[in-house]
């Protein structure tokens, strides 16, 4: 079984920043890609970001040079760096690991911006 424990959501104002992690623990064999999700308010959830074992990122064009994707793979945790937050970001934010068998979803980081 792998686990995925999401933490750094909260309540921002607009034009702030979080910084989210998400830790993989288990049995996890070889990751192929780890990334974010979200799922706002009435919306359906939908690709943030994500990052493969060898670097390489992909981004929903409405976060291209606001968030940043990393990953430390000797600790299998992935980060999400969120600059200039804007409140159509606010949403559940999961995190997914893929390690080329199936996906493992964390439970969700709730990220809510307002003033």
């Known amino acids: 079984q792998v686990q995925l424990v999401e933490s750094g959501g909260g309540l921002v104002q607009p034009g702030g920043s979080l910084r989210l992690s998400c830790a993989a623990s288990g049995i996890i064999f070889s990751i192929n890609a780890m990334g974010w999700y979200r799922q706002g308010p009435g919306k359906e959830r939908e690709l943030v970001a994500t990052?493969?074992?060898?670097?390489?990122?992909n981004y929903v064009d409405s976060v291209k040079g606001r968030f940043t994707i990393s990953r430390d793979n000797a600790k299998n945790t992935v980060y999400l760096q969120m600059n200039s937050l804007k409140p159509e970001d606010t949403a559940v934010y999961y995190c997914?690991?893929?390690?080329?068998?199936?996906?493992?979803w964390g439970k969700g980081t709730l990220v809510t911006v307002s003033s």
């Open positions: 990052i493969t074992r060898g670097g390489s990122k």
């Open positions: 997914l690991l893929n390690n080329y068998v199936m996906d493992y």
